[in-house]
């Protein structure tokens, strides 16, 4: 089993909603390199849930896939903000997965806060410039993030 990151802005999509709705659609990801990290992910995989482009921004909880890849239904529908007019439902370049609520954490782990850590160093959240919206964490970074959220 793999552990992610993904972030998404708290109005789109936050932690305590996917709570309340108990399992949603992760879709909207633009980038390629996320793209195929969703595409890498499987059933059971667990992922930290970032709150991003918001006044705090930090991991806010646990969360974890319920279904693999599958094409991205936004990148057809002309009426949504993510659609994309070069995609067909016979090649649609983007994908989506479906994810359900685990854990809502106490309070949200800073950006800042994840920064200080060592352990985390070569995480791609904490690299200068990185701005990918899904990104892998290794078993030693999802182990020093956990021990932060107890």
């Given amino acids: 089993m793999a552990h992610w990151l993904m972030k998404s802005e708290p109005e789109e999509l936050s932690i305590e909603a996917l709570n309340r709705l108990g399992q949603a659609r992760w879709d909207g990801v633009r980038n390629y390199q996320a793209r195929n ?35 991205d239904p936004t990148a057809l529908d002309a009426d949504s903000p993510y659609h994309d007019s070069k995609a067909s439902p016979e090649k649609n370049p983007w994908s989506a997965v479906d994810v359900a609520h685990v854990r809502t954490f106490r309070s949200v782990l800073s950006l800042g806060l994840l920064k200080q850590q060592g352990a ?14 899904v990104m892998p964490v290794s078993d030693e970074q ?4 956990m021990a932060l959220a107890t």
């Fill in 37 to 71: 990290f969703m595409r890498a992910m499987s059933i059971g995989d667990t992922f930290f849930f970032y709150h991003s482009s918001c006044p705090a921004p930090g991991i806010a909880g646990i969360a974890q896939v319920t279904a693999a890849a599958y094409p």
């Fill in 120 to 133: 985390l160093a070569e995480l791609a959240l904490v690299q200068k410039g990185s701005r990918l919206s």
């Fill in 142 to 145: 999802w182990a020093a993030i």
